[in-house]
């Protein structure tokens, strides 16, 4: 028999003040009341809104803290379990109940006592750590030597470029604040484009009409 899978998620708001109470063995009961609204297009296409109510239990040290701090009207995200149980009212009959078993509970607004503009603050940040800056510039074109390349972590002095006559030292492992060793010399000075040949093909451009 394949395993099966029973989850819930909810996002809404107490009806109530939440209810704390204790069992016989001293463990703590919270008993919550959530409402949660969605809206839908009926077949007159209106939209219109539908209330459902969640009966969701909190078990033990976390309940007797969200008792503390939540009061009517909180919203709370909550992630649990279905949990269906049955007993017997004072006139003998069977009656069952289904109830959300509280695995997760987030704080999603206001609190008990917290006034109706309180920030909750900004939301988490994920990004990485800042990058680091990269090698440096390359120097002018006719430069005697050649200039130090920047280091791996971002040297603040220009690299050599074109045309250095003598060649730079091997680059080193830049700080954060200082540039790294000097990069290889480059070589002479390029020669300057001599630009297109002459048109020779009564119109062609020579260019490469293939995509890439």
């Given at each position: 028999m394949a395993e099966g899978f029973n989850r819930v998620m909810l996002l809404g708001n107490l009806g109530?003040?939440?209810?704390?109470?204790?069992?016989?063995?001293?463990?703590a009961v919270l008993n919550l009341r959530l409402a949660t609204t969605?809206?839908?297009?009926?077949?007159?296409?209106?939209?219109?809104?539908?209330?459902?109510?969640h009966n969701v239990v909190v078990?033990?040290?976390r309940g007797e803290a969200l008792a503390k701090i939540l009061g009517k009207g909180s919203s709370l995200f909550i992630e649990g379990s279905l949990r269906t149980s049955s007993y017997d009212d004072r006139d003998g009959n069977k009656?069952?109940?289904?109830?959300?078993?509280?695995?997760?509970v987030i704080l999603a607004g206001r609190g008990r006592g917290a006034p109706a503009?309180?920030?909750?603050?900004?939301?988490?940040?994920f990004s990485g750590p800042p990058a680091r800056g990269g090698g440096g510039g390359g120097?002018?074109?006719?430069?005697?030597s050649g200039g130090g390349g920047g280091g791996s972590g971002g040297g603040s002095r220009g690299g050599g470029g074109y045309g250095g006559s003598r060649g730079g030292g091997g680059g080193g492992g830049g700080g954060t604040n200082r540039g790294g060793g000097g990069g290889g010399g480059g070589a002479g000075r390029p020669a300057p484009d001599p630009g297109p040949p002459p048109d020779d093909f009564g119109g062609y451009d020579g260019g490469?009409?293939?995509?890439?």
């Open positions: 109530s003040d939440p209810e704390l109470r204790f069992t016989q063995g001293g463990q969605e809206s839908y297009l009926d077949k007159d296409k209106v939209r219109r809104e539908r209330t459902d109510w078990w033990g040290k009656r069952y109940k289904t109830e959300v078993i509280a695995n997760n503009g309180d920030d909750m603050g900004p939301p988490a940040d120097g002018d074109y006719g430069d005697f490469d009409d293939i995509p890439f």
